[in-house]
């Protein structure tokens, strides 16, 4: 790669890397990243005086929540701004507050690959506009921790060319991988003190690496416990550092017989500046609240671990530390599909093949000498050590932290990301060292498609463009109150298993907003009017409340049902949809096009298989029409109903719907004397919904005539088309029964 490449490639990872980090900010309401305000409330309460914020259950009374228990860093950083930006304009704070607004139908926490309600609180658009107040300071917090995201790429890119001073396309390579990773780029757009302490971890290794490298002296180590300090003083993560820093100083007192004391006075240098510098935060948070790593905090927390709230499964857990480690957003989270992961983990496993065989071959090549000899006299190994060690006490922390409190997040591994993105470019470059650049490209789209596929779609309201409109079909043109038209409401499966998921497309056509926030309902109705299924969603799968629509959009939601396991019968369910008042006690008044008022907002019909039909499925039958059983009473008596359920099974599907019928017939002339017609299933399952082999099962009430004769008769069933009178298939015989005098 020519020198003016190199440049512009380096150059253009940063850039990049700003460009996207503002694209997810602006796509990124407040409160929608995990403690973002309560990270702007301790820089606020920082920059108006108030001192340290108290921890333990009294945080809980603050704003700040369980942040309170973070150590100051970051957040003294971010009170300058704050401070400055707060006595420019005492009074925006006051008039521009954060206002947070419960999303009523939030779905999370339920990690998928497609929006629906991830959002925890409603945005309007009017809330930034414009851009002053809380939501300036919140915007300002994020700039300093995207600042701190530069400092990790250049902190990457020092303890790259560290490791390997001649092979400057790995610095490169390792900046466009840190660079480019979705999760990088989206912990850098809010306010979060991940960056922060993977930025000054990485510092301190790169320092680490110099150190190994070129010798200890008295400098390099204040450096190194400056940076290992400030990296303490950030977040309690970054203590991960110290067993590496550790074993770094260990392996150069092996090396240096004769200059152990130095090592060892070195190293005991750096432990003191380090401790100089975040010391005195965990002796005060021990003296004053007995837990010097602030983690009392989170006991109280709503995500703690208790008694009736337990732990998942540990290898779901760490299902999703992985994912969140590469690309995962918001609350809920949103993620891309499965198989982007089980790429990424693929990936991740060449990786770590490419290093085995790394070190198999460093081994062969050192057969014929001293493995331990060799190993003293190569920094390079004892490197990737420290980075594998450090890596290792994360996950170990991560997951001692995961028994206590839900927690399973990637980003908590990142003072491990420096050493790891490493080891991951060393691992790849063993296959091909064009592989490495096939990753970065494939990081690299997930970075460009995430604000396109995810923080777009989840949350800001999707109205359809003019050609998807006329693409719409005609519109039922039915309106709820005057806030809108119900365009269509297509079920994206006509048939459904109980306990399982129905997709249900929803237009509505903007008429004007309302003062209050209306819910879209969806029911799934029965006999009886009994709900079999119900989903209520904010408009807009969260991200469009009515009390933010603008008249003229047109937009449709992907509304999901999840159907009850409790039904007893399949049948054809009636689809209703409508607006509902956020407490689900009165819904907006429905009228025609001509303004006549509705009885129903019935929209369409669901097939729902109960359970029970599920494990029953027969073969299907050599003949078109069978009758698989009956319940026939043997003796009816004149004067009465008799109710008798006959079982069908059709051998292939029909397209339309016929009738049943039962005929009570003289066994002397085939007479009929008593019958009953109409549709199966009281009209609740009609023959088109029927499956090839299905059983299904119809009662028939059947009025005897009080002047039958006594005696003997036959009866016969079948279907039939109600405009035609043409049977389908042939009469099924179902048996002889006595009638009894009145």
């Known amino acids: 790669m020519s020198p003016r490449l190199y440049k512009v490639s380096l150059t253009g990872a940063f850039i990049g890397f700003v460009v996207l980090a503002v694209i997810y900010s602006a796509l990124l309401p407040p409160f929608e990243y995990a403690d973002g305000p309560r990270h702007l409330a301790y820089m606020q309460w920082l920059a108006a005086g108030n001192g340290f914020p108290p921890q333990g259950e009294a945080a809980w009374a603050t704003p700040i929540k369980q942040e309170a228990g973070q150590p100051p860093l970051y957040y003294l950083v971010g009170a300058v701004p704050i401070y400055l930006l707060t006595r420019a304009d005492p009074q925006a704070v006051a008039d521009n507050p954060l206002v947070f607004r419960p999303n009523p139908t939030y779905f999370g926490p339920a990690p998928r690959d497609y929006p629906d309600n991830d959002n925890i609180g409603l945005h309007y658009a009017s809330d930034m506009r414009p851009l002053r107040g809380e939501y300036l300071l919140l915007y300002a917090a994020r700039g300093v ?23 400057h396309e790995v610095a490169l390579a390792a900046v466009w991988l840190v660079a480019f990773m979705p999760q990088v780029i989206y912990i ?52 991960v550092i110290i067993p590496g820093v550790i074993v770094g100083y260990g392996w150069l007192w092996l090396r240096s017989a004769e200059h152990r004391v130095h090592v060892g006075a070195n190293a005991l240098l750096a432990g003191l500046v380090a401790f100089a510098i975040s010391g005195w935060w965990f002796i005060r948070a021990w003296r004053l609240y007995g837990s010097p790593l602030g983690l009392t905090a989170h006991d109280n927390a709503p995500w703690a671990f208790t008694e009736t709230f337990v732990r998942p499964p540990l290898a779901r857990q760490w299902r999703d530390v992985f994912e969140s480690f590469w690309a995962s957003f918001g609350w809920g989270p949103v993620e891309f599909p499965d198989w982007v992961y089980g790429l990424l983990a693929l990936l991740a496993l ?45 996950a170990a922390a991560l997951e001692n932290w995961m028994r206590r409190v839900s927690a399973e997040f990637g980003r908590l591994l990142y003072p491990a990301l420096g050493g790891a993105a490493l080891l991951l470019i060393t691992g790849w470059r063993v296959w091909h060292t064009r592989l490495v650049w096939v990753i970065n ?53 006509t048939s459904v298993d109980a306990d399982a998921l129905l997709p249900v497309e929803v237009c509505w056509r903007v008429l004007d907003s309302a003062e209050d926030n ?15 299924a119900n989903r209520y969603t904010v408009p807009g799968l969260g991200t469009y409340p009515t009390a933010a629509w603008q008249p003229g959009d047109i937009f449709c939601d992907r509304v999901v049902v999840r159907t009850w396991d409790n039904v007893t019968r399949t049948l054809v369910y009636k689809l209703e949809a409508g607006l509902i008042t ?32 599920i494990r029953n499925a027969a073969e299907i039958p050599p003949v078109p029409l069978n009758l698989v059983a009956a319940d026939l009473p043997p003796v009816w008596q004149a004067g009465e109903t008799v109710a008798t359920t006959l079982q069908w099974q059709l051998g292939n599907s029909v397209a339309q719907d016929y009738q049943v019928y039962v005929h009570v017939r003289s066994l ?15 009209g609740w399952y009609g023959t088109s919904w029927w499956q090839p082999g299905e059983v299904v099962a119809d009662t028939r009430l059947i009025d005897v005539p009080e002047t039958i004769a006594p005696g003997s008769y036959a009866v016969y069933a079948g279907l039939y088309e109600l405009a035609t009178g043409v049977r389908y298939g042939d009469e099924q015989h179902v048996g002889v029964i006595e009638i009894s005098a009145p």
Do not use: C
């Open 668 to 682: 002397e002339n085939n007479e009929i004397v008593a019958q009953s017609d109409g549709p199966p299933v009281a």
């Open 518 to 532: 209306y819910l879209v309902f969806l029911h799934l109705v029965g006999p009886d009017n009994a709900v079999v």
């Open 441 to 493: 490209v494939i990081v690299l789209v997930l970075a460009v498609l995430t604000p396109v596929v995810i923080l777009q779609p989840t949350y800001h309201p999707q109205p359809l463009s003019e050609r998807k409109v006329a693409a719409l079909p005609p519109s039922l043109g039915w309106r709820f109150g005057d806030v809108a038209e119900l365009i269509a409401v297509t079920p994206l499966q």
């Open 582 to 613: 956020e407490d689900l006690s009165k819904r907006l008044p429905a009228f025609t096009v001509d303004g006549t008022p509705l009885a129903d907002t019935f929209v369409g019909n669901v097939r729902l298989v109960a359970r029970i039909d």
């Open 188 to 239: 850098s757009s809010v306010a979060s003190n991940d960056i922060p302490a993977a930025a000054l971890s990485a510092l301190a290794l790169g320092m680490l690496a110099r150190t190994l490298r070129q010798g200890s002296t008295f400098g390099r180590s204040i450096i190194l416990g400056v940076f290992v300090g400030l990296a303490l003083l950030t977040k309690i993560s970054a203590v």
């Open 350 to 394: 060449a990786a770590v093949a490419g290093l085995i065989a790394t070190v198999i071959r460093w081994w062969r090549r050192h057969a014929h000498g001293t493995h331990y000899a060799a190993f003293l006299a190569e920094f390079r190994p004892i490197l990737f050590v420290i980075f594998v060690v450090v890596l290792a006490f994360s």
């Open 145 to 167: 921790t995207l600042l701190f995201g530069l400092f990790l790429l250049a902190a990457v890119y020092w303890l790259a060319r560290e490791i390997y001073p001649q092979q």
